[in-house]
């Protein structure tokens, strides 16, 4: 601490010299706003917590699997579809949590019924659980639009 150090990088990697000497050397990810945390540059209590709360990957899926196929499904698209990865464990985590407070079933049938949305996330589900949208049935509309004189048809457009 306290001393200067030179940092060169380019496309692929991240290196750090003092006096001369690398001092560490870091591979750069290709993804834009990504976090790349290793677990080895964590402190010692936040790997030790990482380990008691389950926060991996496998171990959260494992959870979400014992739940059901819906709760699975959203788990993983919380990981997948959001940029910063490291932050979704605590909301996966928390989202596994719900069933303490509204039991497997009711927390599959919240997975499923975000997973009809285009995008997923914890509040969401906990906003389905707390206004009990999950024990009405999904609504599939199947009709028809109507007719209409805005409405100029395939005939319009040869």
């Known amino acids: 601490m306290g001393k200067k150090v030179k940092v060169f990088y380019d496309q692929r990697v991240v290196e750090v010299y003092l006096e001369g000497e690398r001092i ?13 945390t290793l677990a080895e540059h ?18 959260l899926l494992a959870q979400a699997a014992r739940i059901g196929t819906a709760t699975v499904q959203a788990a993983t698209l919380m990981w997948e579809k959001s940029i910063y990865i490291e932050q979704n464990y605590k909301a996966c985590f928390g989202m596994l949590m719900l069933q303490k407070k509204y039991g497997r079933d009711r927390l599959e049938a919240a997975c499923s019924r975000a997973l009809q949305g285009s995008r997923i996330n ?9 206004a009990g949208l999950d024990k009405q049935p999904a609504r ?19």
């Open 122 to 130: 914890y509040t969401m589900i906990k906003n389905i659980l707390e």
């Open 24 to 36: 560490a050397l870091h591979v750069r990810k290709s993804h834009n706003k990504a976090y790349t």
């Open 140 to 158: 599939v509309e199947d009709r028809p639009l109507p007719s209409h004189d805005n409405i100029r048809g395939k005939d319009h457009y040869q």
């Open 42 to 59: 964590m402190p010692p209590h936040h790997q030790r917590m990482q380990q008691i709360k389950g926060f991996n990957r496998e171990d």
